[in-house]
């Protein structure tokens, strides 16, 4: 039995280690959850781990049925497609307006979050899927409409599950990698220099190539 880090709460290492594991597909979609089970695996009581599945469930990972039942939220090729059209739309508009309105301080975010990016190897590199969310974070926050940004919170949190089925289903190739990384650049160039056309130009671009386009096709087929 797991035993929380002194630095978390209970209930935010629960929700950490669920997140995890959704994320990474060790527990896979459509999954029963039963809460004393998991409680006893990751070393808490029920009464936090409800906390943090009620933190999932707000963040659509987690479907709660009933007071003692949950599931991990299906994936499906509909919400995918969904998904896809709401971020070929928003995440390009949130670019140019980031290029629009971008301070000192965003311009030393995005250039931080940039250093931190790795390549996505495998579905289970959480740490670099983490940093690429980072990335995009950075820059749709420099658009400071605080609508868009919580519309793009909510659509990735969602949107890293498809990566991973994206991931899955087909390795990025060294040409898929460099493409992405010279397209982080270009995007983050583009902010930085208040070019906001280059901006939405280059961000759509990278929307289309993404994982989560790679997994519509996969649920599709499935």
Not at 24 to 52: N, Y
Not at 125 to 136: C, V
Not at 207 to 218: D, K, Y
Request: aromatic share 4%; proline share 3%.
């Amino acid at each position: 039995m797991a035993q929380p880090p002194v630095a978390l709460t209970k209930s935010a290492y629960a929700y950490e280690e669920l997140r995890r594991r959704i994320l990474t597909g060790e527990i896979g979609h459509g999954s029963v959850l039963s809460q004393g089970q998991l409680a006893h695996e990751i070393g808490v009581s029920t009464t936090p781990l409800r906390e943090a599945l009620r933190r999932l469930a707000a963040e659509g990972l987690v479907q709660l049925e009933s007071h003692r039942d949950a599931r991990v939220a299906s994936l499906t090729a509909d919400e995918a497609r969904d998904l896809y059209v709401l971020r070929e739309n928003l995440d390009p508009l949130a670019a140019g307006l980031a290029a629009e309105s971008r301070t000192p301080a965003d311009i030393e975010d995005i250039q931080a979050a940039l250093k931190q990016l790795t390549p996505l190897h495998d579905a289970a590199d959480l740490d670099a899927m983490t940093a690429h969310r980072e990335f995009h974070r950075a820059v749709y926050r420099a658009s400071h409409n605080p609508l868009l940004i919580g519309i793009l919170e909510g659509l990735w949190d969602k949107a890293d599950r498809y990566r991973q089925i994206g991931l899955q289903s087909q390795k990025d190739s060294e040409k898929d990698r460099k493409r992405v990384r010279e397209e982080h650049i270009a995007i983050a160039d583009a902010v930085v220099a208040g070019d906001a056309v280059r901006a939405r130009e280059i961000m759509q671009r990278h929307v289309v190539g993404s994982l989560g386009r790679r997994a519509i096709a996969v649920l599709t087929e499935g």
